[in-house]
T-cell receptor
């Protein structure tokens, strides 16, 4: 069965500092990987996705993630964090159910940004 | 209006009440999902509908009853809930594709319905 682990429940960084959020997955085949962000009181917004090809993927809001098959990881990075990046971040692996996709999520990492 | 819209945004109900959550999408998708989001737990997939047919039901208690009358609308009917059912219920939609690639579909989420059961 597929699973996702986000080892960091809560991370605090200063505005302007770099950020890396960790994600490890378990999946039997080539994984489809996603990062979503959730601001307070909102639903989940897609930041970026990895399906195949270049292992470094670019997303919205200046985020990027690198797929490392040997480490079963898909860590999210941003070189310089802005206060508006404070939110909860979810890593997910895509699978199938019948003719529809389904996502299996990690427990999330809450990012706090100090000024 | 575009995207995935959920109503109501907030709902408080007693354990003996019957209420429904509604989800509507204007994206032309024909797969729809209910997820439950509780504090400190991963998002839990509850139900999946593809082409208006239920394709997954993740051992959800019968006090939750989904309904998908067409590809644009999804309901979650609630009755005799328990306090532990208090959570954020998220609806999502996606394009279904062939079996080889459907794991790659992007899900678009609504803002959620915050349910409190007293």
């Amino acid at each position: 069965a597929q699973s996702v682990t986000q080892p960091d429940i809560h991370i605090t960084v200063s505005e302007g500092a770099s950020l890396e959020l960790r994600c490890n997955y378990s999946y039997g085949a080539t994984p489809y990987l996603f990062w979503y962000v959730q601001s307070p009181g909102q639903g989940l917004q897609l930041l970026l996705k990895y399906f195949s090809g270049d292992t470094l993927v670019q997303g919205i809001k200046g985020f990027e993630a690198e797929f490392k098959r040997s480490q079963s990881s898909f860590n999210l990075r941003k070189p310089s964090v802005h206060w508006s990046d404070a939110a909860e971040y979810f890593c997910a692996v895509g699978g199938m159910t019948g003719t529809a996709s389904k996502l299996t999520f990690g427990t999330g990492t809450r990012l706090q940004v100090t000024l | 209006e575009t995207g995935v819209t959920q109503t109501p945004r907030h709902l408080v109900m007693g354990m003996t009440n019957k209420k429904s959550l509604k989800c509507e999408q204007h994206l032309g998708h024909n797969a729809m999902y209910w997820y439950k989001q509780s504090a400190k737990k991963p998002l839990e997939l509850m139900f999946v509908y593809s082409l208006e047919e239920r394709v997954e039901n993740n051992s959800v208690p019968s006090r939750f009853s989904p309904e998908c009358p067409n590809s644009s609308h999804l309901f979650l009917h609630l009755h005799t809930l328990q306090p532990e059912d208090s959570a954020l219920y998220l609806c999502a939609s996606s394009h279904p594709q062939g079996a080889k690639t459907s794991g790659a579909n992007v899900l678009t989420f609504g803002a959620g319905s915050r349910l409190t059961v007293l």
